[in-house]
Every structure is written in structure tokens, then in C-alpha cells.
């Protein structure tokens, strides 16, 4: 594992604990050059997974697109890195118990939708302007409209 910070390759484990049903392990580490610590996350690497895209082409399933597109609706808000894991391992933990190895990306959207509107209601109205592609601004007061109804 490499320092985020000097690119040193030692580093030494300061605390490991099970989340998530114990299905991912994380790890403080702290760097032993520098002295920096940083926290890493292990899983087990689901690689039968495929997204059903809409044209019908099928793609592998990734993990890093899926948490790049909440960090992006959660990007300065007061939602953690811890939070956004948890929030990313139910949400495939539940496209796959719905969907088995082969997901639409509708469902996928969808479940994002779903799951951002917990954590955060402007992570989620930023996600949906995108994902519903809002064409203009009274799609997005309808949309906010509707979170303080259901509030």
C-alpha cells in the first residue's frame, strides 16, 4: 500500500475493524516515512457482476463509478467518507439480492435516488437534476417541492 501523501510503501496497521456485516474490512494505517495515516477499505472483488446498460450492451459493474457519481452529489456536504462506503456497500449488497448478476442501470439510478435521499436531501436534488436530466427550472422546484412535502 502506497502513502497518499510521500508514495512510501511501509506502513504499519494502527486499528482494523469489520463493517458493513463484516463483509469489508477497514483499516487505519499510518505511514511509516511521514508518519501520515490514512484509512484503506478491503473487499471481496464481486468481478460476475454486469450492468445491463440501455442500448442493451453489457458492462462490468464498477464500484468506483457508483461512488464517484455520491461523492459528487455529497461534494461539500457534511456527509462522511465512512457514511458514503456504508451508503455504496447497501446499496449493491441490495441491486444484487434484487437483481442477481446481471443489474440495469435504471435500477442502479434508481437505487442511488433512493438511497441519497436519506443521506441528503441536496446530494439527492443535485443527483436527480442530473439523472432525471431536469430540462429547466420548474423541474427542479417540483423536485424540491416534493422532499418538503413528504418532510
Known sequence: MRCPKCQARDDKVIDSRAIKDETV???RRECLACEHRFTT?????REDIRVLKRDGRYEAFDRRKLTAGIDK????????REMIER????MI???????????PTKAVGDKIMEHLRRL??????????????FRDIKEFVNEVQSLTLES
Request: proline share 2%.
Open 87 to 90: 451508503t455504496v456497500n447497501e
Open 120 to 133: 441528503d436531501e441536496v446530494a439527492y436534488v443535485r443527483f436527480a437534476s442530473v439523472y432525471r436530466k
Open 93 to 103: 449488497d441490495e441491486l444484487i439480492k434484487a437483481h442477481g448478476d446481471e443489474i
Open 41 to 45: 477499505y478491503e473487499e471481496i472483488e
Open 25 to 27: 474490512i477497514r483499516r
Open 73 to 80: 452529489a455529497c461534494e461539500k456536504r457534511p456527509v462522511s
